[in-house]
């Protein structure tokens, strides 16, 4: 018997133009790292969140790194990471020979948590240690209290990377994410609330910065007749065939926000039942001053409240009908390759970790994928009634 048609997690979303802007730049013959679209969806990104710069580049990974060099972190350096994100935020540190220091997360936004942040910043200072940056991140489109992160940056005059790769479309006191650091970075993956295949983007107001990576970013040539260097460059722009996809994608990110939205309004409603029969299956929250995108849809299930069920247990049931469900990110100082790195917190990340899961949640889902996604839940939380 054939395995029903797979539900991803997050899958890429096209709208009505993109193929209309990638077709221009094949009829113009722009199939190079550079042209008009790249330059249009850095217009396009800058003015959506609010910031006077952009440069559009081939990752989120690329923008953080370019970042890092563009705060002159060096070997030796420290580097503050929020703990509970993808390796993505924390690698370009180690790209540059510094030290990652990871900080614990909150209980309501599961974001960087600024007491623990404080704490670090604090203890760090009074040992000596050099500080270049601090990095939160808005974990699956949840804004983090930046708020309270800024202040606590602002008194030790460390400069803020805001990893907003999740969070596009998402507001933190009516200010959009990507616009909340010194420096911000967005992702464009191909599960993103808005993709180009691959690609990201370095945010900021100060234009010496972003024209810095930007040549930072085309191998750092300099202006000479010939191909000439003074310093070591990267190959991290995108290409103006990508671009053509994010201006498409632009166009209806607000609708794709909406969906995604629309998306966690329809778990709640459905676990209310379970919730009412005695079941606790919790949520991210928005906090009032907060407005996410709702990248991913996440939940906490805690056996000892929901009569020995685990998330794996669910994740498992999911994949039985070919839906894909994953664990919240292991929190960066779990992971081996940082076993060595300080932490500071109370272990609420790696509680989240071990209690949460990502539901399906894209935007091109159909009212038949949640009929299936409904019925294995039934299933899963009947079978203890």
Same mark, same amino acid.
């Given at each position: ?35 008009? /679209? ?99 991140? /808005? ?86 007749? /010939? ?15 990508? +671009? ?80 894909? +469900? ?6 960066? /100082? ?52």
């Amino acid at each position: 018997m054939a395995s029903p048609e797979k539900i991803w997690l997050s899958s890429p979303h096209m709208g009505e133009t993109e193929q209309h802007y990638v077709q221009q730049a094949f009829d113009t013959n722009w199939i190079a790292p550079l042209g008009p /679209h790249v330059n249009n969806f850095e217009a396009d990104l800058a003015r959506y969140t609010g910031v006077r710069h952009a440069a559009a580049l081939s990752s989120g990974t690329a923008a953080i790194h370019l970042a890092l060099i563009l705060l002159g972190v060096e070997p030796g350096d420290t580097v503050l990471c929020q703990s509970m994100t993808f390796s993505a935020s924390a690698n370009p540190i180690a790209y540059q020979g510094a030290r990652p220091v990871f900080i614990d997360s909150e209980a309501g936004s599961w974001n960087m948590d600024p007491e623990a942040l404080e704490r670090a910043l604090k203890e760090l200072t009074a040992m000596g240690r050099t500080v270049k940056a601090i990095i939160p991140v /808005h974990l699956y489109g949840m804004p983090a209290r930046m708020e309270e992160i800024r202040e606590v940056a602002e008194r030790y005059d460390v400069p803020v990377v805001e990893d907003a790769a999740e969070a596009l479309g998402s507001k933190y006191k009516e200010q959009p994410c990507g616009s909340l650091g010194d420096l911000s970075i967005l992702s464009f993956n191909g599960n993103k609330i808005i993709t180009t295949s691959g690609g990201g983007a370095l945010l900021g107001n100060e234009e010496a910065l972003i024209q810095r990576a930007r040549f930072l970013a085309t191998q750092s040539r300099d202006p000479a007749p /010939h191909y000439q260097h003074s310093q070591i460059g990267y190959n991290y722009r995108l290409s103006n065939v990508l +671009a053509g996809i994010g201006r498409g994608q632009m166009e209806v990110l607000p609708t794709r926000v909406k969906q995604r939205r629309a998306n966690f309004q329809r778990y709640r409603d459905y676990f209310q039942q379970w919730n009412e029969q005695g079941y606790e299956i919790l949520f991210q929250e928005e906090s009032p001053a907060s407005f996410s995108n709702r990248w991913l849809t996440c939940i906490l299930l805690n056996p000892e409240r929901n009569r020995g069920l685990t998330r794996e247990d669910l994740r498992l049931a999911l994949a039985e009908d070919n839906i894909e +469900a994953r664990p919240l990110w292991k929190p960066m /100082h779990l992971q081996p390759v940082f076993a060595d790195a300080p932490f500071y917190g109370t272990g609420i990340a790696e509680r989240l970790f071990d209690i949460g899961l990502c539901l399906p949640s894209g935007s091109n889902l159909e009212d038949e994928h949640f009929e299936r996604i409904f019925r294995v839940m039934d299933r899963f939380f009947g079978c203890r009634e």
